[in-house]
């Protein structure tokens, strides 16, 4: 699949069952947000990072900041493919996280995310700096932004 807000994603097969369905007739947009908590798990396990390794580390990389643009609606039984890339990140303290819902049959964008990331001191819940471990994972994986990849003012997809 092309046309990628950012290359290379990682990314999660998905598709909608009936208890995603809402009184709408469509995936409620609270399974949306489950699906990208999903996804940026499964990316740090491939990057190397599991939840065993935050807790031994006694660090986290907590949301901070979530964003969703819902654009389109799916429905049950579509398949769908959920990309999720790291877009930035100081390596000290910050990271951030970006999703795009793409629907497999069309192509279409279904819904950007982003989140904004911050590295806590997991027994205390306070901001922490990133343990070595997490700079060497994270940031070798942070992706640049291209700049006609950025959503335009209406929501819609970006012409090139």
């Known amino acids: 699949m092309n046309n990628w807000d950012h290359p290379s994603p990682f990314t999660l097969a998905l598709s909608p069952a009936a208890e995603h369905i809402d009184g709408l007739a ?3 947009n609270a399974v949306y947000v489950q699906w990208c908590e999903q996804a940026g798990w499964a990316h740090s396990e491939a990057l190397g990072l599991s939840l065993e390794d935050y807790r031994r580390l006694d660090r986290a990389m907590a949301i901070r900041e979530g964003h969703y643009d819902y654009l389109l609606p799916s429905f049950e039984g579509e398949a769908l493919v959920l990309g999720t890339w790291l877009t930035g990140g100081d390596g000290r303290l910050a990271m ?33 700096r990133m343990p070595p471990e997490f700079v060497a994972a994270y940031q070798a994986a942070v992706v640049g932004a291209p700049a006609d990849s950025r959503p335009s003012p209406s929501g819609g997809e970006q012409l090139a």
């Open 26 to 28: 469509h995936t409620n």
């Open 96 to 128: 951030e996280r970006r999703f795009q819902l793409r629907r497999v049959s069309d192509g279409q964008t279904l819904m950007r995310g982003r989140w904004e990331l911050v590295c806590i001191d997991i027994s205390a819940g306070r901001p922490r």
